[in-house]
């Protein structure tokens, strides 16, 4: 099941062009050729110290996407490679150092993804080609029959062997930084003081490669610490849009995101507010009269709690025009003091929400209440008697609610936002929010730090 999903685009590729050309480069310029010992033409040879000089491909390397697989290519390369000659032919043996000329070399290494390690995605070379069109000699000391099969030598055997050294050194390196850098994406993610996790962990075969870029499917839910396989009591997403802001990275969080935090923070007793002495027992009495004759005497304090019940449902739309999000959550009111609870009222909290974000090397999203209202309000249980008056009592409820409860959980979300995943190494930069119909995008560009 899938409530999130990351992306990047080409865009991103500017980011990784630089570091996959550094590890190409390192590999190739450390490359060592096995010696070899090869008869042709009656001329025996001993080629030793063979190795690629100053290869220096700082931009040549091209990473782009293709159906299924994500391709690094360089074409019409040239380098110089050094090697000691020894020739022996009848009676004549010469030898000399070389730095013989490659040109036109080619490089296509495919990309794909392979089994996830340790809850992380892993890359594979699943294809990889580096050819040589030709081989300019320079080895002076050699002429006649030896040059001939030394030409002949190079354009074969020594050939092959520098592309299948190279294949292999080229193979190894980019799985293994493209791994490297994988391995530091954050996806489990401690919220508050660790009672509740953001959980981003892969969807098994949901990563897919396209000319559009790489897309990855994960949970994208927020779950208890202490239960996180919990079975949420509403429906999982459906299909989530890929429209997003612009940006290199893509984050799309679904709906679903939204309402397993509710659930979570709900189910953890995190969404309940307790205002100790709220009212004094006169003030109530003016609207519920039976609180005349409560035995506490007219200064007596009286305690409110407001509460979020059971979400058991999708509580979050978007509204895409306003670029927000809505909620409709039941809520409950109760006036209580010492042990006994005097009245018990329910209402519909309609909330809208707006949708910040936070750059940096550990993003994160915030939201903001910017509309409550709240409806259906419903008188459960009263123990003072008389026929309270329930459109006053809410009125004043409402403006405690607005006056303190209100302010106090605007600070508290803007002071625990909650971050999404993040890339050791990397810094995000510009994040924006594109709001679609299931779920919300933030487009966000990428720079190593």
């Not at 690094?72 to 040239?78: E, I, K, N, P, R």
């Not at 981003?200 to 994960?218: D, E, H, R, T």
């Not at 329910?346 to 936070?358: C, E, K, P």
């Amino acid at each position: 099941m899938e409530g999130a999903w990351l992306g990047a685009n080409s865009a991103l590729f500017t980011v990784l062009n630089p570091i996959l050309n550094a590890e190409v480069n390192k590999a190739v310029n450390n490359l060592h050729i096995p010696d070899i010992d090869q008869k042709h033409d009656s001329v025996e040879f001993k080629l030793s110290q063979m190795y690629i000089m100053d290869f220096g491909c700082n931009e040549c390397l091209a990473l782009g996407t293709g159906p299924g697989f994500a391709s690094l290519t360089a074409h019409g390369l040239t380098t110089k490679f050094h090697v000691h000659v020894e020739a022996k032919w009848l009676f004549i043996h010469p030898s000399s150092t070389c730095t013989p000329d490659l040109e036109g070399l080619d490089v296509t290494a495919h990309l794909s993804f392979g089994p996830f390690q340790n809850g992380k995605p892993t890359v594979q070379v699943s294809e990889i080609s580096i050819t040589i069109g030709h081989i300019s000699l320079h080895c002076d000391g050699f002429v006649g029959t030896i040059i001939d099969a030394l030409t002949w030598l190079f354009q074969g055997l020594v050939k092959s062997e520098i592309e299948k050294t190279a294949q292999n050194a080229v193979k190894s390196a980019v799985a293994s930084k493209v791994n490297e850098i994988l391995s530091k994406l954050n996806l489990e993610i401690p919220i508050n003081h660790d009672f509740a996790l953001m959980n981003f962990n892969l969807v098994p075969g949901a990563a897919s490669l396209s000319s559009a870029g790489v897309k990855i499917g994960v949970e994208g839910v927020i779950v208890p610490t202490a239960n996180p396989s919990i079975v949420f009591p509403f429906a999982a997403p459906g299909a989530l849009v890929d429209n997003c802001a612009a940006g290199m990275v893509n984050l799309g969080v679904s709906l679903y995101t939204f309402d397993t935090a509710l659930y979570t923070f709900w189910q953890a007793g995190r969404l309940v507010a307790n205002l100790p002495h709220a009212f004094n027992a006169s003030q109530v009495a003016l609207l519920m009269p039976g609180f005349a004759q409560y035995g506490g005497g007219p200064t007596a304090r009286i305690n409110m709690t407001v509460s979020v019940l059971n979400p058991a449902v999708n509580p979050f739309v978007t509204n895409p025009a306003a670029h927000s999000l809505a909620a409709v959550i039941p809520v409950q009111f109760a006036l209580r003091s010492h042990n006994n609870t005097h009245f018990v009222m329910n209402a519909i909290g309609n909330v809208g929400l707006s949708v910040n974000t936070t750059g940096g090397a550990t993003p994160s999203l915030s939201v903001g209440i910017t509309v409550l209202s709240f409806s259906n309000l419903t008188a459960v249980s009263t123990n003072v008697g008389g026929d309270p008056a329930i459109p006053d009592i809410f009125a004043l409820l409402d403006g405690v609610v607005r006056s303190v409860v209100l302010p106090a959980l605007d600070a508290y979300l803007a002071s625990h936002p909650f971050p999404f995943p993040s890339l050791d190494g990397f810094s995000v930069s510009s994040p924006q929010v594109a709001f679609n119909s299931n779920d919300i995008c933030i487009g966000m560009d990428l720079r190593q730090t």
